[in-house]
Nanobody, 127 residues
Framework: QVQLVESGGGSVQAGGSLRLSCTAS????????MGWFRQAPGKEREGVGC????????FYADSVKGRFTISRVNAEKTLLLQMNSLKPEDTAVYYC????????????????????WGQGTQVTVSS
């Protein structure tokens, strides 16, 4: 059974930092691109960023570019999201996902092209 488990969410003041982790089990992540999405209350899920299976290429949404950094440790089947300079508008449930693609197309919309999803972790940024 494939499972993705996120951790690291919490509450922080604006300008603060958080680091999210996502650990996969039940499958090999070799060859699979990994990504982060988020969903704020009353809004559609949106792409945050992704990283190719090799870790050499990343893609970020404009809203987080320069503030968030995605990385992965394949040996540990772990995806990381370092979030700095957090803003109240970053408040959302954050989800990790596994897919076969890491491009603007795959990050568009609600992520319908991604195969496996975690249960999400709440991030709350107060002003």
């Amino acid at each position: 059974q494939v499972q993705l488990v996120e951790s690291g969410g919490g509450s922080v003041q604006a300008g603060g930092s958080l680091r999210l982790s996502c650990t996969a089990s039940g499958l090999s992540v070799d060859g699979l691109h990994m990504g982060w999405f988020r969903q704020a209350p009353g809004k559609e899920r949106e792409g945050v960023g992704c990283i190719t299976w090799s870790g050499r290429t990343t893609f970020y949404a404009d809203s987080v570019k320069g503030r968030f950094t995605i990385s992965r440790v394949n040996a540990e089947k772990t995806l990381l999201l370092q979030m700095n300079s957090l803003k109240p508008e970053d408040t959302a449930v954050y989800y990790c996902a596994l897919s076969g693609g890491c491009t603007a197309t795959y990050m568009a919309g609600a992520g319908s092209q991604w195969t496996y999803w975690g249960q999400g972790t709440q991030v709350t940024v107060s002003s």
